[in-house]
């Protein structure tokens, strides 16, 4: 098992080579700012990248996607992947959101310690360039988790309803997700969620944010992480996610070629009667 030091060394070696070959424009990842602090930052020479740091865990998907959004013609982002940042660009890319051709990825492996912290069950991404890929863990088998999701429909929903009451409708969870790009937004349009109202309408709010991500979630935790009530909003994710899995074989962000098969299902088999929306064509290009 490489030392982080190693890690980092290889990371600043590979993309000073992506640099000085001309193969990107720039390069994406953590820099530290000043003793233990911090942030993102965009490397245009090599020379920056010394500055380049892989801890702690920054969700960099989000930001690289409205970097490539606003970036000029023939612009090309070398991005320091780990697993869930890899799958979440997998999904915009499916959706349009980020042009394959100006991405390249340079996948790091997550630790032991970081897999059971995000409850992580692939703690690394398909292209792995630094690191060693570690066993996650079952997400599923976590206490916390297992509290919320399992007994009858009766016990889950009054745990639920305790939990989702702390909720100040913040919108952080929306804002932090990688994959929520849709707009206009579905969580600020009446009827379905009305505005200004605290606390939040549980069911409407955080069940139709839950189902609008049930084929995309990637399970990232940006939400968890965001959410200043310390909701655990991943783990309804969770399920779905093994849902998808058991039932359809399917996975988000795995493949970025790969389409949901929810949709397609509903658009080749319609039920007996139920006509196709219009708003089913826009989702499929």
């Known amino acids: 098992m490489k030392t982080e030091q190693a890690m980092i060394d290889q990371a600043k070696s590979l993309l ?7 193969e990107v424009t720039a390069a994406f990842g953590l820099a530290r700012v000043t003793g233990d602090v911090t942030a993102p930052r965009i490397f245009t020479t090599p020379e920056e990248v010394d500055s380049l740091v892989l801890e702690p865990k920054w969700p960099l ?20 992947c780990r697993g869930c940042d890899e799958r979440a660009l997998f999904e915009l890319i499916k ?10 990825t340079v996948g790091i492996a997550c630790s032991e310690e970081q897999a059971r912290a995000c409850l992580c069950d692939r703690p690394y991404p398909s292209k792995l360039d630094i690191g060693e890929a570690v066993h996650g863990v079952d997400p599923l088998d976590d206490p916390g988790v297992k509290y919320l999701l399992e007994g009858d429909t009766h016990t889950r929903m009054g745990r639920w309803t305790r939990v989702l009451k ?15 790009v849709c707009d206009p937004c579905k969580l600020e349009g009446e009827p379905w969620v009305r505005r200004g109202i605290i606390p939040t309408e549980i069911l409407s709010f955080h069940l139709i944010r839950a189902f609008h991500l049930a084929d995309t979630c990637v399970a990232c ?10 909701i655990p909003l991943v783990t309804l994710q969770h399920a779905m996610r093994r849902a998808l899995r058991e ?14 098969p929810i949709l397609f299902d509903f658009t080749q088999a319609p039920e007996k009667n139920q006509p196709v929306p219009d708003w089913i064509n826009t989702l499929r290009d």
């Not at 000073?16 to 001309?22: I, N, P, V």
């Not at 935790?221 to 310390?230: F, H, L, S, V, Y």
């Not at 039932?247 to 949901?260: I, P």
């Open 16 to 22: 000073k080579k992506l640099l000085r070959d001309g």
């Open 61 to 80: 998907a989000k930001p690289a996607m409205e970097i490539l959004r606003t970036a000029p013609e023939g612009y090309r982002l070398a991005v320091v």
């Open 95 to 104: 959706r349009n959101q980020v042009d394959a051709d100006a991405l390249v």
């Open 166 to 180: 702390r909720c100040i409708k913040c919108y952080g969870c929306r804002n932090s997700c990688p994959i929520c």
């Open 221 to 230: 935790g940006a939400c968890q992480e965001a959410c200043p009530a310390g």
């Open 247 to 260: 039932g359809f074989g399917y996975e988000a962000g795995l493949d970025v070629k790969e389409k949901t």
